[in-house]
T-cell receptor
Framework: DGGITQSPKYLFRKEGQNVTLSCEQN?????MYWYRQDPGQGLRLIYY???????QKGDIAEGYSVSREKKESFPLTVTSAQKNPTAFYLC?????????????FGPGTRLTVL | AQSVAQPEDQVNVAEGNPLTVKCTYS??????LFWYVQYPNRGLQFLLK??????LVKGSYGFEAEFNKSQTSFHLKKPSALVSDSALYFC??????????????FGQGTTLQVKP
């Protein structure tokens, strides 16, 4: 999972609470991504950021928010507006300068709503 | 619309036998294709990619993939499977809209089960 850390590994949330998932990379990558993984559905893109202080919605952004104040960090907040947040969340990064670069993934955070 | 399909939810193979995990794609223009592997409760690990050039791409852990433009396929292969290859495999294609964002579109994943 080299170079990208996610914390915590497991997270439990009560309904109505906001929670923030951490993602940090030391690869000097410009672009970062958040995915949600559900069984049998592959990975779905939540948000992505190509540069500090800029980010774009992915395919399933509703109920989520992000920030990109530093190049190394791209935290994801799961808000109470997300109706079904129980899932495995993956953060990834890649170099810019060409969209042929592979993405590097963190180890993931498993979020469970109680 | 751009898409990636992995037609098999699960592939079963005996250790030592060759394995194939199938992937087909639909994109506008030249495809950039990727294979990743995921072990339980872990992140994805990059195996290989096709950008241009030779249709047979070699990657990590003895895996290779064959790009076939006429069949719009990018099947993952390995000549001799190991029990330790048992994992979830994802095929992905670069999303060209908007361009140069590095976004990927992933298939649903295929579980590979290698039995001793």
């Amino acid at each position: 999972d080299g170079g990208i850390t996610q914390s915590p590994k497991y997270l439990f949330r009560k309904e109505g609470q906001n929670v923030t998932l951490s993602c940090e990379q030391n690869l000097n990558h410009d672009a970062m991504y958040w995915y949600r993984q559900d069984p049998g559905q592959g990975l779905r893109l939540i948000y992505y950021s190509q540069i500090v202080n800029d980010f774009q919605k992915g395919d399933i952004a509703e109920g989520y928010s992000v920030s990109r104040e530093k190049k190394e960090s791209f935290p994801l907040t799961v808000t109470s507006a997300q109706k079904n947040p129980t899932a495995f969340y993956l953060c990834a990064s890649t170099r810019t300068g060409g969209s042929y670069n592979e993405q590097f993934f963190g180890p993931g955070t498993r979020l469970t709503v109680l | 619309a751009q898409s990636v399909a992995q037609p098999e939810d699960q592939v079963n193979v005996a250790e030592g036998n060759p394995l194939t995990v199938k992937c087909t794609y639909s994109v506008s223009g030249n495809p950039y294709l990727f294979w990743y592997v995921q072990y339980p409760n872990r992140g994805l690990q990059f195996l290989l990619k096709y950008i241009t050039g030779d249709n047979l791409v070699k990657g990590s852990y003895g895996f290779e993939a064959e790009f076939n433009k006429s069949q719009t396929s990018f099947h993952l292969k390995k000549p001799s499977a190991l029990v330790s290859d048992s994992a979830l495999y994802f095929c992905a294609v670069r999303d060209i809209r908007p361009s140069n964002t590095g976004k990927l579109i992933f298939g649903q994943g295929t579980t590979l089960q290698v039995k001793p």
